[in-house]
């Protein structure tokens, strides 16, 4: 009786972490680009009060409109306000503004792309003739519409926004769930519940990342447009009080 063949195992050389960082940056070169764009851009946004040089809400009239200097690296506003330290205070509130937006699209939207594709039937026909609904309207009118319906506050303007993200988190979902319901090979693997996140969520690191930068350009539109009466309407109040003050003064 011969004996039994033992397996041989052979050991691979595990890579060490940095050649696997030397790696991966070669062949994402704009991964690596635009991973480094956001983290410094996430920097300004938090380290903004030690970094910004100016009080971006102090009206200097006598600095108004003034061009890029040493002082001023980016001039001053019709008001004297410096433009970098504005810039960089106004970096805090897109951050939170485009992170509100998509949380608020991201959470309803998986919610009933989840429940749809799971659930069939009645349900799925309502709630995706509901989000036919949504995409029927431009997204950025939509948006607008529903800003000048809440009123013209930043808080109802990510509202808006985050309701014009809805449907395309419902549609991917419940495509990526009725892909995997239909799929017995890959349900069968799993006793249920199935957890259906597990195949859901690739699809969605990409859309949320790119969903970020429409959120903000969608806001920065509906602030020149919706929120446009609000703006001139501080402007105009600001301005009385400067002519005020200054017919005291010559007093």
């Known amino acids: 009786m011969s004996e039994a063949a033992l397996p041989v195992v052979l050991r ?6 940095a050649s696997t960082i030397r790696y991966f940056a070669r062949r994402n070169p704009r991964m690596i680009l635009g991973g ?3 983290l410094t851009w996430l920097a300004l946004a938090v380290f903004a009060p030690f970094i910004a040089p100016y009080d971006p809400i102090k009206v200097n009239p006598t600095d108004a409109l003034l061009p890029p200097s040493a002082g001023h690296l980016l001039g001053t506003d019709d008001l004297g306000r410096d433009m970098l330290s504005r810039i960089l205070w106004g ?22 792309g989840l429940a749809a594709g799971y659930l ?3 349900f799925d026909l309502v709630v995706m003739r509901g989000i036919d609904a949504l995409l029927a309207f431009p997204a950025l009118v939509l948006a607008i519409a529903i800003t000048s319906a809440l009123g013209p506050q930043i808080q109802n303007a ?3 926004i985050g309701i014009v993200a809805i449907p395309g988190y419902a549609r991917l979902t419940r495509g990526q769930v009725l892909a ?3 799929d017995g090979s890959v349900v069968a693997q799993f006793q249920p519940p199935l957890d ?5 969520t690739p ?5 949320t990342s790119g969903n970020h930068a429409i959120t903000l350009s969608g806001l920065a539109t509906a602030d020149f447009t919706a929120l446009e009466d609000v703006r001139v309407f501080q402007r105009q109040k600001l301005k009385s009080h400067l002519e005020v003050n200054a017919c005291h003064l010559r007093h």
């Open 12 to 17: 691979v050389p595990q890579a060490d972490r």
């Open 180 to 182: 995997v319901k239909v």
């Open 196 to 200: 259906y996140t597990r195949f859901t």
């Open 203 to 207: 699809p969605f690191t990409l859309s």
């Open 158 to 160: 990510m509202i808006a």
């Open 36 to 38: 480094a764009l956001v």
């Open 120 to 122: 069939g039937g009645t």
């Open 91 to 112: 970096s805090r509130i897109s951050l939170s503004v485009g992170l509100i937006s998509v949380g608020i699209g991201f959470f309803v939207g998986v919610t009933l």
